[in-house]
């Protein structure tokens, strides 16, 4: 069973760049599709990037197009999202999560989550 467990957040000025890493229990490259959502103070949780490995496709949301990006390092079980060119926008708590099956924005689809990490942008 994958338990995804997120880390990097913090707070960074507008503009700044932070790196956010999940590392799962086991190796999600060719078994899961793997995503990162965000949910901010009384929004719901939206979805802002996902992977699938087998098929080597990248989805993201438009808010976050060209500044995001998902990768991974299989050797680690890590899944990354470098964001940069950050905004006050993008403050929420990340989250990682995955599944199996077909790449999702669903976040009802994704049966395993993290625990979630902070990250703030002052402007």
């Known amino acids: 069973q994958v338990q995804p467990v997120e880390s990097g957040g913090g707070l960074v000025q507008a503009g700044g760049s932070l790196r956010l890493s999940c590392t799962t229990s086991?190796?999600?490259?060719?078994?899961?599709?793997m995503g990162w959502f965000r949910q901010a103070p009384g929004k719901e949780r939206e979805f802002v990037a996902g992977?699938?490995?087998?098929?080597?496709?990248?989805y993201y949301a438009d808010s976050v197009k060209g500044r995001f990006t998902i990768s991974g390092n299989n050797a680690k079980n890590t899944v990354y999202l470098q964001m940069n060119s950050l905004k006050p926008e993008d403050t929420a708590v990340y989250y990682c999560?995955?599944?199996?099956?077909?790449?999702?924005?669903?976040?009802?689809?994704?049966?395993?989550w993290g625990q979630g990490t902070q990250v703030t942008v002052s402007s």
């Open positions: 086991e190796s999600t490259f060719g078994s899961y599709v």
């Open positions: 992977v699938s490995w087998t098929i080597g496709v990248t």
């Open positions: 999560a995955a599944k199996r099956g077909a790449l999702s924005r669903d976040a009802h689809s994704y049966n395993y």
